[in-house]
């Protein structure tokens, strides 16, 4: 009986220890660090591209309208690579631990995203070099 319990339990966080994030840094400085989870990546049967952005502030962040503290903020997000702009549509915020404090309940409908352009030189299209260079090795979402 022992022994099919840590048998399950064990298949049960495979998954997750399998799905460690791989974190590809775009860019550094002093008060902030942006980078792209490698494994986030997948492609939408529309061509759009599913990456997870993340933040990673020096000094602790105050989010006003939720009324917390934190000093990660991972942004779901997908990219039109072809037309180079992106959407964000979600996020979660953890502490320097890398502890959840809080993640938007559901993600941001489709019909409600609003795409941001990328311009040459920008941080957005440092950002959108690592997805789109990583989406074209990416796998397909599979269908629910």
């Avoid at 974190?23 to 599913?50: F, M, P, T």
């Avoid at 020096?58 to 989010?63: D, I, P, T, V």
């Avoid at 502890?99 to 409600?112: D, N, T």
Wanted: proline fraction near 3%; include cysteine; charge should be positive.
């Amino acid at each position: 009986m022992k022994t099919g319990l840590c048998l399950f339990l064990a298949a049960l966080t495979a998954p997750a220890l399998a799905a460690q994030a791989d974190w590809v840094v775009y860019q550094r400085g002093s008060a902030l660090e942006l980078a792209v989870d490698r494994q986030s990546i997948w492609l939408e049967k529309d061509g759009l591209v599913h990456f997870v952005n993340q933040e990673r502030f020096s000094e602790r962040q105050y989010e006003k309208g939720y009324r917390f503290a934190f000093d990660i903020r991972r942004t779901d997000g997908y990219a039109d690579c072809s037309k180079n702009q992106f959407a964000l549509v979600g996020s979660s915020y953890y502490t320097r631990n890398n502890q959840h404090i809080f993640s938007s309940m559901f993600p941001l409908q489709r019909y409600a995203w609003t795409w941001q352009p990328v311009y040459d030189g920008s941080v957005a299209d440092a950002m959108l070099q690592v997805v789109c260079a990583a989406a074209k090795t990416a796998p397909r979402k599979k269908p629910e």
